[in-house]
């Protein structure tokens, strides 16, 4: 007799678990054949198991900060996010991905001095069942994060981030976390502080020191305001205003760098007042978000 694994996590015997509730659980592979047998919940246990998946994603990207996305945009002005090795590292339970027959990192020296390191492995996901084989992760010693290290620390610091980068990838590929539109972003991250102006430019914004900053020098380092006009390709979300500094008796704004396109609806921000009034709400969403984590621990040390 094979056990199942029912949808609260406890094992119990097949036939005690009815056929249309075992799949529910995204854990147990379905397919159009079983569904259909189910013939009127058919619909239903597809749902299930849509919005299971639909919320440990959703979840997986809320437990995420804006630093753990890339952004890039191409020559149509799509904007994409990628979420980085280490935000990967911190989400990847949610959907259970497990890293498994890791190969040993093979070294591949080049003839000016530099090297990079390969490693190998598979990838699975315990909640979707679905299986990654041969994935590759790899890092050079001419990135940035190896300035000024040599040696053995510098060997050290490359293979460590080859393992990051395989397990990223597995993580990635399984979550579908390697193209992901803006919106979804932003609504996984309603009601927090988090803003997806926040995250780490890549190609296509600026020069290389803009893109490695977020922003130029000089922008205060808070979400810029938005254009109650312009909006991405896609219609979903408005455009962050740009920055301009204060210039003789002219004080520092945030202006609309399309503004041609809509000259009889000129937008200004004062930056001082902007600047002021978003560090105050960060202050204040700290102190909420602190205050809800602190009555969180209360309530599960007092039933303990």
Avoid at 57 to 86: C, F, Q
Avoid at 238 to 257: I, N, V, W
Wanted: charged content about 30%.
């Amino acid at each position: 007799m094979t056990n199942r694994l029912t949808l609260d996590g406890e094992i119990a015997p097949a036939e005690s678990v009815p056929a249309d509730l075992a799949l529910r659980d995204t854990r147990v592979p379905a397919t159009l054949d079983q569904l259909a047998a189910q013939k009127e919940h058919a619909l239903e246990i597809l749902e299930a198991r849509i919005t299971v998946l639909e919320t440990s994603r959703r979840r997986a990207i809320r437990m995420t900060h804006p630093p753990d996305w890339n952004l890039y945009k191409d020559r149509e002005g799509v904007v994409i996010a990628y979420l980085s090795d280490g935000g990967c590292e911190r989400v990847r339970d949610i959907l259970g991905v497990e890293v498994y027959d890791v190969s040993a990192p093979e070294k591949m020296a080049n003839g000016d001095g530099s090297f990079m390191y390969l490693q190998r492995a598979n990838g699975r996901s315990k909640l979707t069942t679905q299986v990654v084989e041969a994935m590759e992760g790899g890092r050079s010693s001419t990135e940035d994060f190896c300035r000024d290290a040599k040696g053995a620390q510098l060997e050290l610091l490359v293979r460590k981030a080859t393992r990051a980068n395989l397990d990223g990838n597995i993580a990635r590929e399984l979550m579908g976390l390697r193209n992901v539109p803006l919106t979804e972003l932003q609504e996984a991250w309603q009601g927090t502080s988090k803003d997806w102006n926040q995250c780490r430019k890549a190609r296509g914004f600026g020069s290389a020191e803009e893109r490695l900053g977020a922003t130029r020098e000089g922008v205060p380092d808070v979400p810029p305001p938005t254009c109650p006009v312009c909006k991405t390709p896609d219609g979903k979300l408005p455009l962050p205003l740009e920055y301009r500094g204060a210039k003789g008796t002219r004080g520092a704004f945030y202006g609309c760098r399309f503004y041609a396109k809509h000259p009889q609806q000129k937008v200004f921000v004062d930056a001082a007042d902007w600047v002021a009034k978003q560090r105050a709400s960060a202050v204040k969403t700290f102190e909420s978000e602190n205050a809800q984590l602190d009555a969180e621990i209360a309530a599960r040390e007092g039933q303990s």
